[in-house]
């Protein structure tokens, strides 16, 4: 059994390490095409798992997709993902990277989906500019105690963005303290 659990998270990292070198050698509009089409996908899922993002996402001032993936080994913990912000006001998309590390125990290897929901315009900003560092917590429900606003399923991370999330497939177990931060890619923007 351990060895098994072994060649998983090995398995894991390499499949990572691959999708990486991979995604480099994409030019920027082929990156945005699949940044896009991925974007599609992670909405479709969130509109199947919790329907009512579909009117959520629509009444937002704006709305970020981000796919990403994990690796949980030990004491440390590596997720990454990517993803599109898009202005529901103005049209304007936003291409952007996800970091986040977490220290704690930590074991095992899983991809999921985020969705965001920006409400106001001060939120945006602070969205697109990179400026949106969070720690990972989980709740039913949220309520951001300032507009009477909540959003069933999803955590309030920051004054006026939400976020759901759904996990597609792997296991982690975490106990840990986690940190993340969104950026727009400099190449694609």
């Given at each position: 059994?351990?060895?098994?659990?072994?060649?998983?998270?090995?398995?894991?990292?390499?499949?990572?390490?691959?999708?990486?070198?991979?995604?480099?050698?994409?030019?920027?509009?082929?990156?945005?095409?699949k940044l896009n089409d991925m974007s599609k996908q992670v909405l479709t899922r969130m509109y199947e798992k919790y329907p009512e993002t579909n009117a959520a996402v629509r009444?937002?001032?704006?709305?970020?997709?981000?796919?990403?993936?994990?690796?949980?080994?030990?004491?440390?913990?590596?997720?990454?993902?990517?993803?599109?912000?898009?202005?529901?006001?103005?049209?304007?998309?936003?291409?952007?990277?996800?970091?986040?590390?977490?220290?704690?125990?930590?074991?095992?290897?899983?991809?999921?989906?985020?969705?965001?929901?920006?409400?106001?315009?001060?939120?945006?900003?602070?969205?697109?500019?990179?400026?949106?560092?969070?720690?990972?917590?989980?709740?039913?429900?949220?309520?951001?105690?300032?507009?009477?606003?909540?959003?069933?399923?999803?955590?309030?991370?920051?004054?006026?963005?939400?976020?759901?999330?759904?996990?597609?497939?792997?296991?982690?177990?975490?106990?840990?303290?986690?940190?993340?931060?969104?950026?727009?890619?400099?190449?694609?923007?």
């Open positions: 059994m351990r060895k098994k659990f072994f060649q998983f998270i090995v398995f894991a990292l390499a499949l990572m390490m691959t999708s990486s070198i991979c995604a480099a050698k994409e030019t920027p509009d082929q990156l945005r095409t009444n937002s001032y704006a709305y970020c997709t981000i796919s990403a993936s994990g690796v949980k080994l030990g004491l440390f913990g590596d997720d990454h993902g990517r993803g599109v912000v898009v202005n529901n006001d103005t049209g304007k998309r936003i291409y952007v990277k996800m970091k986040e590390a977490s220290v704690g125990v930590n074991f095992g290897a899983k991809e999921y989906d985020l969705l965001f929901l920006i409400t106001n315009k001060a939120a945006w900003e602070r969205f697109i500019s990179g400026n949106i560092k969070f720690g990972s917590e989980v709740s039913a429900q949220a309520s951001d105690g300032v507009t009477g606003g909540t959003f069933a399923n999803a955590t309030i991370i920051a004054n006026g963005v939400w976020v759901y999330q759904l996990d597609k497939k792997g296991l982690a177990v975490e106990l840990s303290f986690k940190g993340a931060k969104i950026s727009p890619y400099k190449n694609l923007n």
